[in-house]
């Protein structure tokens, strides 16, 4: 049985991508490592070490990276050329369907999605994204509207974890996608440096796969890259801050660093942008540090094993009614406990409750887009 349903998922995804837009000079691929880019190298590691040194409590954490997601979310759809608002967002994430003139959006949302949990789930520290595995993201991104709401009950059946292993391999790497990755994982530096594999990355794949039905899986193949290294390992940093207006002015240099092959000036340009998020974020998070002073039961005393796991299951689950956890977590916490508990995380603003008496449930206060 087990193998049927295999060539199920096996034959559910498509190997179908659309033509590379631009043709890379693979064999005159080049940079310098100028005094500039060392220094920018040098100084996002600075700040990653801040970053992750800075005390934040458990729940905090989590919160911000579920607005983080949220912002993630939103800030992809929109670069599709798509208008979302974050309460869409959030009922997509919880399994609403929105009204029958919302369903592009909604669409658009659920791709978004499965591409952050493939990435949330699957990068981690030195463990750099694949041809293959940019070539599933890729997939994802061009093919969900083909598989429409079949895509997205695989993703719930597996519960938002690892849905791109269900398909590991059965995707074709288009041959400009492995000649990329073959001259990266050449190079000594760039090879090792997944600071620089993100920056590499965002210059080709924007350049070869420019397509809205491809941005969302090169933009997730640079996320995962950036989460195996150091300055997002928390899974905190925003997308494009800063970066917006200032990547429109130096697109001539990008478009002759495609025709020439000299990679320097993008790789500095890069770094510069993802420096000057990192610096950004981490000025929230030393905000959210300072607050933390005035709330000793999010740092001095850890949450117990039962918040935990309340925490948890409501993040995972989207949205969660209070007998829904009780029927999980089984017959060890009673009723009338889980309840209490319920109430005060809610009064912590750790949980969210919406509706009342039996209709009530529960999720994460998530903010809107992070300015």
Request: aromatic content about 8%; hydrophobic content about 40%.
């Amino acid at each position: 049985m087990a193998k049927k349903t295999d060539t199920k998922l096996e034959a559910h995804f498509s190997p179908w991508l659309p033509d590379p837009e631009a043709e890379l000079p693979y064999d005159k691929l080049h940079y310098e490592l100028t005094p500039t880019l060392a220094r920018r190298l040098a100084d996002i590691y600075y700040a990653s070490g801040r970053l992750e040194s800075l005390p934040l409590g458990h729940f905090t954490l989590e919160k911000l990276k579920a607005e983080a997601r949220v912002d993630r979310v939103y800030r992809m759809v929109r670069e599709v050329n798509v208008r979302v608002r974050t309460d869409e967002i959030r009922a997509v994430a919880s399994g609403d369907v929105l009204s029958r003139d919302k369903r592009e959006v909604q669409e658009w949302i659920r791709r978004a999605i499965v591409l952050l949990d493939g990435f949330e789930s699957t990068a981690g520290l030195n463990q750099t994204s694949t041809p293959e595995l940019c070539a599933a993201y890729l997939d994802v991104s061009a093919n969900a509207d083909q598989r429409g709401s079949t895509l997205w009950a695989h993703f719930v059946a597996a519960r938002r974890s690892r849905l791109l292993s269900l398909h590991h391999g059965s995707v074709v790497v288009p041959d400009c996608v492995k000649k990329l990755y073959d001259w990266m994982d050449g190079d000594d530096l760039i090879g090792s440096q997944p600071i620089l594999r993100g920056a590499v990355l965002t210059w080709g794949l924007f350049e070869m796969y420019p397509l809205r039905l491809t941005v969302m899986g090169a933009r997730a193949t640079v996320l995962h890259e950036l989460g195996c290294s150091r300055a997002d390992c928390r899974h905190l940093l925003g997308l494009g801050d800063h970066s917006a207006e200032r990547w429109a002015r130096v697109r001539g240099d990008v478009r002759e660093a495609t025709k020439t092959g000299d990679l320097t000036f993008v790789l500095e340009e890069l770094l510069y942008q993802l420096q000057a998020r990192l610096e950004h974020l981490l000025g929230r998070l030393q905000e959210y540090s300072s607050r933390e002073r005035a709330e000793p039961w999010l740092t001095v005393s850890p949450p117990d094993d039962l918040d935990r796991r309340i925490f948890s299951m409501v993040q995972s689950m989207g949205s969660a009614r209070t007998v829904q956890l009780h029927q999980a977590l089984g017959s060890e916490v009673p009723l009338r406990t889980l309840q209490r508990r319920m109430q005060k995380l809610s009064r912590r603003g750790l949980l969210e409750k919406h509706g009342s008496r039996k209709d009530a449930f529960y999720r994460l206060p998530l903010r809107g887009p992070i300015p």
